[in-house]
């Protein structure tokens, strides 16, 4: 299988609107400006209509929620929706209040949602499984993985990305796992976040689902590249692990990527 989908993203320079944890939006910014799209960070819900206008694809997370936050998401998701260009979500810490799970059903009644994207807690509890989260880390259950993603992405009428030591992507029929992966990734917060802008990079060009597993493994080739090199600790990791990203190409990618599907 040949992918040319980083080459795709820096020719076609799409645009990324993201509606970020207020913790991360440097990050995100930098790994899709890296990966070869061009960010914008959203944060009034005025502008959003206007700026879904010239976008090829929005990423909105959970992570920072708050009454103007959720509207934001809302028009932003809306506007997508009107407009045809896929919606990514990241129902960050979702089982962790009430407040939070309400948050995030209102948006799946009101935005027709493409990519789901969270560790194998959030994406259960999102879906309506019996979870035992704990803010953002994944928390413990029973059922197994790869039936509850491959269920949660029928439920959900979205391709869902669940992301951890191994990541499982699935369709609602297809899976794949990829299993590339860095510690240091769980080390510094916010690496789920800069995945998701990476996915909407790429699902701006491509929605097929070996596509967003071959994206999904962006991230954790750039890690492993980078504790390859050598790392002193996580900041020396991060910058190591985004130099990679923002060299990676579509040959490296596929040489190093291990994936299959199940």
């Known amino acids: 299988?040949?992918?040319?989908?980083?080459?795709?993203?820096?020719?076609?320079?799409?645009?990324?609107?993201?509606?970020?944890?207020?913790?991360?939006?440097?990050l995100v910014a930098n790994?899709?400006?890296?990966?070869?799209?061009?960010?914008?960070?959203?944060?009034?819900?005025?502008?959003?209509?206007?700026?879904?206008?010239?976008?090829?694809?929005?990423?909105?997370?959970?992570?920072?929620?708050?009454e103007n936050v959720q509207q934001v998401m809302i028009n932003a998701g809306?506007?997508?929706?009107?407009?045809?260009?896929p919606v990514v979500f990241d129902p960050v810490a979702v089982g962790a209040t009430p407040l939070r799970h309400q948050r995030a059903q209102e948006l799946?009644?009101?935005?027709?949602?493409?990519?789901?994207?969270?560790?194998?807690?959030?994406?259960?509890?999102?879906?309506?499984?019996?979870?035992?989260?704990?803010?953002?880390?994944?928390g413990s259950g029973s059922s197994d993985p790869v039936a509850i993603?491959?269920?949660?992405?029928?439920?959900?009428?979205a391709v869902v990305v669940a992301t951890g030591v191994a990541d499982l992507i699935s369709d609602g029929t297809a899976v794949y796992r990829v299993e590339n992966s860095a510690k240091m990734l769980a080390t510094n917060v916010g690496m789920g976040d800069a995945l998701d802008g990476l996915l909407g990079a790429f699902a701006s060009q491509s929605m097929d689902l070996a596509d967003?597993?071959?994206?999904?493994?962006?991230?954790?080739?750039?890690?492993?590249?980078?504790?390859?090199?050598?790392?002193?600790?996580?900041?020396?990791?991060?910058?190591?692990?985004?130099?990679?990203?923002?060299?990676?190409t579509d040959e490296e990618l596929q040489g190093q990527i291990k994936f299959n599907q199940l």
């Open 1 to 26: 299988m040949t992918f040319s989908m980083i080459q795709q993203v820096r020719d076609n320079q799409p645009i990324v609107l993201n509606v970020a944890n207020s913790v991360t939006p440097q």
């Open 31 to 66: 790994a899709i400006a890296y990966i070869g799209a061009s960010p914008i960070m959203l944060e009034d819900p005025l502008d959003a209509a206007d700026l879904t206008q010239i976008a090829n694809v929005v990423t909105l997370n959970l992570g920072s929620t708050s």
């Open 78 to 85: 809306k506007t997508a929706n009107q407009l045809g260009i």
């Open 108 to 138: 799946l009644e009101k935005v027709d949602v493409a990519i789901v994207r969270g560790n194998l807690g959030e994406v259960a509890t999102l879906a309506g499984f019996d979870w035992n989260g704990h803010g953002i880390d994944a």
């Open 149 to 157: 993603v491959q269920e949660a992405a029928q439920r959900l009428n």
């Open 212 to 248: 967003l597993a071959y994206a999904t493994a962006a991230l954790p080739v750039a890690g492993e590249l980078a504790l390859a090199d050598g790392v002193a600790g996580p900041a020396d990791f991060l910058n190591k692990m985004l130099d990679h990203l923002a060299n990676l």
